[in-house]
C-alpha cells in the first residue's frame, strides 16, 4: 500500500516569492507521484506527473517538482508566487502500473498555499 | 483532453431520502471508476473503486449499504446516497481511469448538503 505525508497544512508567501511545498510518500513498490491543485469551491486541476524519466517535471502554471526517490520525495517548487496561486495543493501517489495496487491515487492531506501582497 | 463530467454539481435534500450523483466520461471508456468524499478543510478520502460490470470495493468504514454505487456501463458510474443524513453533508468527486492509457481523470465534484 502506499501513503503521502504533506508536511505543511499552510505555507503563507509574500507575493513574488519562492515557495515550495513538501511531499514524501512511502511505499513497497514503484509508483507515480502527482500534484494536483485545488481552487475554493472548485474540482481538482492537475499541475504535474512523474512516471518515469527525468526527475524534474515541468507542470503548468510555472510549478515544478523533483522526484528524489532516496528521499521518497516529490517536493512541489514555483519561483515566484502570484496573488492567483492561493489555492489547496494535494501531492498524490498511486501504484505503477503492473502492480495491483495501481488501482487507486491515495492523497495527501493538502497544503492551504496563501500568497500575501 | 479527456472529460469527466458529474451531474448535479449541486444537491439539497432533506433527511431521509435519496440522492444519485451521475458521473460521464465524455470522451474516453472507463474501466474502473473511483468516488472520494473530500469533507470541508480536509483531503479527498477514497470511498469505493468500481469495475464496470462488476459489485464495487469499497474502503474500509465506508457502508455499502448506504453508499451505493453502480457502474453499468463503460462511460458512466453513479453514486446513491441512501437514507442521507447531515452528516453526509460533503464533497463528492469521482474519478475516471481510461482503458486504453491507463489515465485517470477527475470529475468537477458535487457538493451535497442535506438539511
Known amino acids: 500500500a502506499q501513503s503521502v505525508t504533506q508536511l505543511d497544512s499552510q505555507v503563507p508567501v509574500f507575493e513574488e516569492a519562492p515557495v515550495e511545498l513538501r511531499c514524501n510518500y512511502s511505499?513497497?513498490?514503484?509508483?507515480?507521484l502527482f500534484w494536483y491543485v485545488q481552487y475554493p469551491n472548485q474540482g481538482l486541476q492537475l499541475l504535474l506527473k512523474?512516471?518515469?524519466?527525468?526527475?524534474l517535471v515541468k507542470g503548468i502554471n510555472g510549478f515544478e517538482a523533483e522526484f528524489n526517490k532516496s528521499q521518497t520525495s516529490f517536493h512541489l517548487r514555483k519561483p515566484s508566487v502570484h496573488i492567483s496561486d492561493t489555492a489547496e495543493y494535494f501531492c498524490?501517489?498511486?501504484?505503477?502500473?503492473?502492480?495491483?495496487?495501481?488501482?487507486?491515487?491515495?492523497f495527501g492531506s493538502g497544503t492551504r498555499l496563501s500568497i500575501r501582497p | 483532453g479527456a472529460v469527466v463530467s458529474q451531474h448535479p454539481s449541486r444537491v439539497i435534500c432533506k433527511s431521509g431520502t435519496s440522492v444519485k450523483i451521475e458521473c460521464r466520461s465524455l470522451?474516453?471508456?472507463?474501466?474502473?471508476m473511483f468516488w472520494y468524499r473530500q469533507f470541508p478543510k480536509q483531503s479527498l478520502m477514497l470511498m469505493a473503486t468500481?469495475?464496470?460490470?462488476?459489485?464495487?470495493?469499497?474502503e474500509q468504514g465506508v457502508e455499502k449499504d448506504k453508499f451505493l454505487i453502480n457502474h453499468a456501463s463503460l462511460t458512466l458510474s453513479t453514486l446513491t446516497v441512501t437514507s442521507a443524513h447531515p452528516e453526509d453533508s460533503s464533497f463528492y468527486i469521482c474519478?475516471?481511469?481510461?482503458?486504453?492509457?491507463?489515465?485517470?481523470?477527475f470529475g468537477p465534484g458535487t457538493r451535497l448538503t442535506v438539511t
Open positions: 474519478s475516471a481511469r481510461d482503458g486504453q492509457n491507463y489515465e485517470q481523470y
Open positions: 511505499s513497497s513498490v514503484s509508483v507515480y
Open positions: 512523474y512516471l518515469s524519466g527525468s526527475t
Open positions: 498524490a501517489v498511486r501504484g505503477a502500473a503492473g502492480y495491483s495496487s495501481a488501482s487507486k491515487i491515495i
Open positions: 470522451d474516453f471508456q472507463a474501466t474502473t
Open positions: 468500481s469495475n464496470e460490470g462488476s459489485k464495487a470495493t469499497y
